[in-house]
């Protein structure tokens, strides 16, 4: 499957410094503490990685609509749809819906091209449906942007806060992260320690490729992260957080009152989406906050990450376990938020994927 049109990217190995005028004893390695992690501006963060997008990009968890598995983009009774000749890999993918998190405007020349009219598809999810044709091994998949068909969700992506691509890089790893190594994670049957240094390792990579390389310090707060307390008292982790008594305050009172919105249908999604892209826009407006990059980051990743999971739960694939998660976030969610504060994208990240994974 070509997801990504991946950079190249090099690894740094760090080494001893020998002096040869005074020997010295090796100095111990300084645990990472007393600040918080580092996290990239917004802006730095590319979401498609380079991915030939042809006729535009749709936001979803897959970088770009043109990931491969014979993709193309068709007229269905005059909407814009997408055609999966190997519809078992898209299927796999994206389960029973496709994800669009933000409208797509179908432009001018593509509307042309595809002898349809300009239109806006809105946010939502869209179901797949199986195509078969005949002397075809596996049947096509067929995503038809019919708004009525849709399961509307208001859309994720919110220019108001300049560290929104932050929160779909989060979704975007993991998503990445739990498709490529299912197989592998199910042969591990649970064994905790090799999972975490399989999704640590990959996580790492995905990262890299991303053109964000892990650093030392970020091995380091990997190293002492401890995915084993009680993520569900997120009052007591955020108070264990690096941020200040006046951030942690003005995050305490969002978190109460994002865990107070239960999440069982779109319609509760879409009110939940509503609320935190309303403070995300007031906080990035207001010069109150000691580390607003933090703080903004970690609203972006609780925004995105109680999308993801909910759609993940309603989009298993047919056939398969999956319902709507109880209606209160769950502890994985609040680890990846907590995680990104402690070890910014690769803890997050992988908090996220074991906290998950350790309950399911």
């Not at 990239?40 to 979401?47: E, F, Y």
């Not at 990685?49 to 009774?77: H, K, M, V």
């Not at 049957?189 to 990959?202: C, F, T």
């Not at 995050?251 to 319609?267: M, N, T």
Request: net charge negative; charged share 20%; aromatic share 10%.
């Amino acid at each position: 499957m070509n997801t990504r049109n991946f950079f190249a990217a090099l690894l740094t190995l760090s080494f001893l410094v020998f002096s040869c005028a005074k020997p010295q004893e090796s100095e111990p390695v300084t645990p990472v503490t007393g600040t918080s992690a580092s996290v990239p501006d917004g802006s730095r963060i590319v979401i498609h990685f380079g991915t030939s997008t042809q006729r535009g990009c749709l936001y979803s968890f897959s970088n770009c609509i043109w990931i491969g598995w014979g993709t193309e983009a068709i007229n269905a009774d005059g909407r814009l749809a997408l055609r999966f000749d190997r519809g078992d890999e898209a299927s796999r993918y994206f389960g029973q819906y496709f994800p669009l998190t933000a409208d797509y405007t179908v432009d001018a020349a593509t509307a042309e091209a595809l002898g349809i009219g300009e239109q806006v598809i809105p946010a939502g999810f869209y179901p797949l449906r199986e195509e078969f044709a005949i002397g075809q091994e596996f049947g096509k998949m067929t995503v038809q942007f019919q708004p009525q068909n849709a399961l509307p969700v208001q859309g994720l992506v919110n220019p108001g806060n300049p560290q929104d691509n932050l929160g779909q890089l989060h979704n975007l790893a993991v998503q990445v992260v739990l498709h490529e190594n299912a197989a592998a994670l199910q042969a591990m049957q649970g064994d905790r320690e090799a999972i975490r240094r399989l999704i640590v390792e990959k996580t790492t990579q995905f990262l890299a490729d991303a053109e964000l390389p892990v650093t030392a310090a970020d091995q380091q707060r990997m190293a002492d992260f401890d995915s084993n307390l009680d993520y569900g008292n997120y009052a007591a982790r955020l108070d264990e957080t690096h941020l200040s008594a006046r951030d942690k305050k003005t995050l305490l009172a969002i978190f109460d009152e994002a865990a107070a919105i239960p999440v069982r249908s779109p319609e509760d999604l879409n009110k939940f989406v509503a609320v935190m892209t309303g403070h995300e826009n007031r906080l990035a407006g207001e010069a109150t906050l000691d580390n607003p990059k933090m703080v903004l980051t970690m609203l972006s990743v609780l925004k995105y990450s109680r999308y993801f999971w909910f759609w993940k739960s309603v989009s298993a694939p047919a056939g398969t376990p999956g319902s709507v998660e109880a209606g209160r976030i769950p502890d994985w969610v609040w680890a990846d938020i907590i995680g990104m504060e402690l070890g910014g994208p690769l803890v997050s990240a992988v908090a996220s994927v074991v906290v998950y994974l350790d309950t399911h």
